[in-house]
């Protein structure tokens, strides 16, 4: 079919081809280039075309439609083949051929240390009980596993106010709970936030007061370990005391008391006052052998509390106790092993007894005072089983230091020395006394230093030198004069701690006043000695004790010798310039086998804060779980 007009002939063969068409007819092509009017047979030939591209418009929607269909038909087919292979691998899974002493093994570790934390909002998202919402072989598994029931942490929060109905339910859930453990002994910390003895008689909360020892009767029989994380810890042991019959507490080994502050009121921290009977709950627990505290519950007097005092292995107390409390204690407690104490200052010279006592299983000894250490305050007992000993502050008052007399005589068995810092952390003695101190200290292998000391100085002495060659002397004639002896030179000295394998400073202390100053100067001389330390003199004493003879002596021990194996250096996250040049010094001791760590300080905290993080202390003496009181708040990234 075709058709003619006055501007030629036009061919409609486009317009009557099956195929969709994707363009314009070659005839009306001209026309999109000018802007003249289409004749009446041009209309008639665009109106064709116009229904032509719509009608095949139309077929192309439907075949999409069509495939859109279809690609969903298939993602859901997709999908179930995917959730069908996911049930296959299931199938074959490893797990479901676990043993279940394995699996049980495994649920094991998913425990925390502490033990699982139950309250009255139990989350069935933490171990054990997310383990019992697994599949019924795994609940089978874990409720038949005693040792993921063993160990609770049991808490009453403060919002919502809790009601005796509520610590019902508490006290059921502990028991329902540890009844799961079957005949394993018990670990229990029980923590209130409650302050009951401050509410009027008419508040509901009184009520909540016998909780701890409602709690306590049905399990003290099988405790041997107690931690009780309460405010009020001395009123609620007044009640275990007034009921103490009722709480024999046969296998009870350790006894930890927490919390969450050293009131200003004694009355409500210590016992003793006003004629108060002692304290009488815990006096029969006859296996009892670590006891930590937070505060001294016994005030000035132990008499206050009826420990059996003969037989503690581990006694820890966080805040300050009188010197008096520190003679009477190692005079009953002969059997320590470990004992970490807070003194109160002491300005006066400790009297000599006539008979001193001797403490011969007391191998983990931590001492710190408020402003100064006295150095007297040992001089009453022997300790030869001591191998680690842990002082602060490094400051001793100029009229005490002839005393130190009384404090050397226990470095020489040590293998541990470590100085702790005050709450002036920028003061410690002068280098000089450090260095004969560490005189004494032939046997520390482990040496940890504190704030405030000037490192370049005290690493300087550490440095071990060559001596110089002696030079040969010819014999001289019977009338030749005798020559005069040379006087020792300093170089020639025993190295200082000669068996030295682990060092650790601390340079966690932000600079202030003059020194921050001087640290942000670029180009100052005394900007390579920042916070009190120089990399170069550290580099220097770590070359001395590790490359075998070369740049200084290693200290023969039999037929081996004796190195430096491992450093420990505390900063601050802003320290990422010390942090380079030590690395810059050490790379290459470190690439030869020297273990070297840093760790970051995010805020200065006090000393005890790091006692419990040191991962050195893992003889059985080291108890982690009694030292966790001395920790308010990690400082440590």
Same mark, same amino acid.
Not at 80 to 103: F, V
Not at 162 to 179: A, D, K, Y
Not at 463 to 482: D, G, H, K
């Given at each position: 079919?075709?058709?003619?007009?006055?501007?030629?002939?036009?061919?409609?063969?486009?317009?009557?081809?099956? $195929?969709?068409?994707?363009?314009?007819?070659?005839?009306?092509?001209?026309?999109?280039?000018?802007?003249?009017?289409?004749?009446?047979?041009?209309?008639?030939?665009?109106?064709?075309?116009?229904?032509?591209?719509?009608?095949?418009?139309?077929?192309?929607?439907?075949?999409?439609?069509?495939?859109?269909?279809?690609?969903?038909?298939?993602?859901?087919?997709?999908?179930?083949?995917?959730?069908?292979?996911?049930?296959?691998?299931?199938?074959?899974?490893?797990?479901?051929?676990?043993?279940?002493?394995?699996?049980?093994?495994?649920? /094991?570790?998913?425990?925390?240390?502490?033990?699982?934390?139950?309250?009255?909002?139990?989350?069935?998202?933490?171990?054990?009980?997310?383990?019992?919402?697994?599949?019924?072989?795994?609940?089978?598994?874990?409720?038949?596993?005693?040792?993921?029931?063993?160990?609770?942490?049991?808490? /009453?929060?403060?919002?919502?106010?809790?009601?005796?109905?509520?610590?019902?339910?508490?006290?059921?859930?502990?028991?329902?709970?540890?009844?799961?453990?079957?005949?394993?002994?018990?670990?229990?910390?029980?923590?209130?936030?409650?302050?009951?003895?401050?509410?009027?008689?008419?508040?509901?909360?009184?009520?909540?007061?016998?909780?701890?020892?409602?709690?306590?009767?049905?399990?003290?029989?099988?405790?041997?370990?107690?931690?009780?994380?309460?405010?009020?810890?001395?009123?609620?042991?007044?009640?275990?005391?007034?009921?103490?019959?009722?709480?024999?507490?046969?296998?009870?080994?350790?006894?930890?008391?927490?919390?969450?502050?050293?009131?200003?009121?004694?009355?409500?921290?210590?016992?003793?006052?006003?004629?108060?009977?002692?304290?009488?709950?815990?006096?029969?627990?006859?296996?009892?052998?670590?006891?930590?505290?937070?505060?001294? /519950?016994?005030?000035?007097?132990?008499?206050?509390?009826?420990?059996?005092?003969?037989?503690?292995?581990?006694? /820890?107390?966080?805040?300050?106790?009188?010197?008096?409390?520190?003679?009477?204690?190692?005079?009953?407690?002969?059997?320590?092993?470990?004992?970490?104490?807070?003194?109160?200052?002491?300005?006066?010279?400790?009297?000599?007894?006539?008979?001193?006592?001797?403490?011969?299983?007391?191998?983990?000894?931590?001492?710190?005072?408020?402003?100064?250490?006295?150095?007297?305050?040992?001089?009453?007992?022997?300790?030869?089983?001591?191998?680690?000993?842990?002082?602060?502050?490094?400051?001793?008052?100029?009229?005490?230091?002839?005393?130190?007399?009384?404090?050397?005589?226990?470095?020489?068995?040590?293998?541990? #020395?470590?100085?702790?810092?005050? #709450?002036?952390?920028?003061?410690?003695?002068?280098?000089?006394?450090?260095?004969?101190?560490?005189?004494?200290?032939?046997?520390?292998?482990?040496?940890?230093?504190?704030?405030?000391?000037?490192?370049?100085?005290?690493?300087?002495?550490?440095?071990?030198?060559?001596?110089?060659?002696?030079?040969?002397?010819?014999?001289?004639? $019977?009338?030749?004069?005798?020559?005069?002896?040379?006087?020792?030179?300093?170089?020639?000295?025993?190295?200082?701690?000669?068996?030295?394998?682990?060092?650790?400073?601390?340079?966690?202390?932000?600079?202030?006043?003059?020194?921050?100053?001087?640290?942000?100067?670029?180009?100052?001389?005394?900007?390579?000695?920042?916070?009190?330390?120089?990399?170069?003199?550290?580099?220097?004493?770590?070359?001395?004790?590790?490359?075998?003879?070369?740049?200084?002596?290693?200290?023969?021990?039999?037929?081996?010798?004796?190195?430096?194996?491992?450093?420990?250096?505390?900063?601050?996250?802003?320290?990422?310039?010390?942090?380079?040049?030590?690395?810059?010094?050490?790379?290459?001791?470190?690439?030869?086998?020297?273990?070297?760590?840093?760790?970051?300080?995010?805020?200065?905290?006090?000393?005890?804060?790091?006692?419990?993080?040191?991962?050195?202390?893992?003889?059985?003496?080291?108890?982690?779980?009694?030292?966790?009181?001395?920790?308010?708040?990690?400082?440590?990234?």
């Amino acid at each position: 079919m075709s058709a003619s007009c006055s501007g030629g002939d036009y061919s409609l063969s486009d317009v009557d081809s099956e $195929e969709p068409l994707t363009r314009l007819p070659t005839a009306l092509r001209p026309l999109l280039k000018t802007n003249h009017r289409p004749t009446t047979q041009q209309i008639s030939h665009i109106t064709s075309v116009e229904l032509k591209v719509f009608n095949d418009f139309l077929n192309v929607g439907e075949q999409i439609n069509e495939y859109e269909e279809m690609i969903e038909d298939l993602l859901v087919l997709q999908k179930k083949q995917r959730r069908l292979l996911t049930k296959c691998k299931g199938l074959r899974s490893l797990l479901r051929c676990l043993p279940d002493e394995l699996l049980s093994r495994i649920f /094991i570790e998913c425990i925390p240390t502490q033990g699982a934390t139950v309250s009255l909002e139990t989350s069935v998202y933490e171990a054990p009980m997310l383990l019992c919402h697994v599949c019924s072989r795994w609940r089978s598994v874990a409720i038949s596993t005693p040792q993921l029931w063993n160990r609770l942490v049991a808490t /009453i929060s403060l919002a919502p106010l809790p009601h005796s109905s509520h610590s019902r339910r508490l006290i059921s859930l502990v028991q329902e709970w540890f009844q799961r453990a079957k005949t394993l002994p018990l670990f229990l910390r029980f923590a209130s936030h409650l302050n009951y003895f401050q509410c009027s008689p008419d508040d509901p909360i009184v009520e909540e007061a016998d909780v701890p020892h409602d709690l306590l009767c049905a399990l003290s029989s099988r405790l041997t370990c107690l931690d009780l994380a309460l405010g009020w810890t001395p009123k609620y042991l007044e009640l275990l005391s007034h009921k103490s019959e009722d709480l024999p507490f046969p296998l009870l080994e350790s006894l930890i008391l927490r919390g969450t502050s050293y009131y200003q009121d004694k009355t409500l921290s210590t016992w003793g006052h006003d004629g108060e009977k002692p304290l009488t709950a815990f006096q029969d627990a006859k296996r009892l052998r670590r006891v930590a505290m937070h505060y001294p /519950i016994f005030g000035n007097n132990l008499r206050n509390v009826l420990f059996p005092w003969k037989q503690l292995t581990h006694f /820890i107390v966080s805040e300050r106790i009188q010197h008096g409390v520190l003679e009477d204690l190692l005079r009953r407690c002969t059997f320590l092993q470990q004992c970490v104490l807070h003194l109160t200052a002491t300005p006066i010279s400790v009297p000599a007894r006539e008979v001193k006592t001797v403490h011969y299983h007391l191998i983990d000894l931590t001492i710190s005072m408020d402003n100064f250490l006295n150095p007297s305050i040992l001089r009453n007992f022997e300790l030869p089983a001591l191998k680690s000993l842990r002082l602060g502050p490094l400051i001793i008052a100029e009229e005490h230091w002839e005393e130190r007399v009384h404090l050397v005589p226990h470095f020489s068995n040590i293998q541990r #020395l470590s100085f702790m810092a005050g #709450l002036d952390r920028r003061k410690t003695l002068r280098c000089a006394r450090i260095v004969e101190l560490l005189r004494y200290a032939e046997n520390v292998e482990g040496l940890e230093l504190c704030p405030g000391i000037w490192y370049p100085d005290i690493l300087e002495a550490l440095t071990v030198t060559t001596p110089a060659p002696t030079p040969a002397i010819s014999p001289t004639s $019977e009338s030749a004069p005798t020559p005069t002896p040379t006087p020792i030179a300093p170089a020639t000295l025993p190295p200082l701690l000669p068996k030295l394998r682990f060092f650790s400073i601390d340079l966690g202390v932000k600079p202030e006043g003059v020194q921050a100053l001087w640290e942000s100067i670029e180009g100052n001389p005394r900007d390579r000695y920042p916070r009190r330390f120089s990399p170069q003199a550290l580099g220097k004493m770590i070359q001395s004790r590790w490359a075998p003879f070369g740049g200084g002596i290693r200290v023969e021990e039999g037929r081996g010798s004796t190195r430096l194996e491992k450093l420990h250096v505390y900063l601050t996250k802003e320290d990422k310039y010390i942090s380079d040049k030590i690395q810059d010094v050490l790379a290459e001791c470190v690439d030869d086998g020297l273990i070297f760590e840093e760790r970051r300080v995010q805020s200065w905290m006090h000393w005890s804060t790091r006692l419990n993080l040191d991962d050195l202390d893992d003889s059985a003496v080291h108890w982690g779980g009694g030292l966790s009181v001395l920790v308010r708040k990690s400082g440590y990234s």
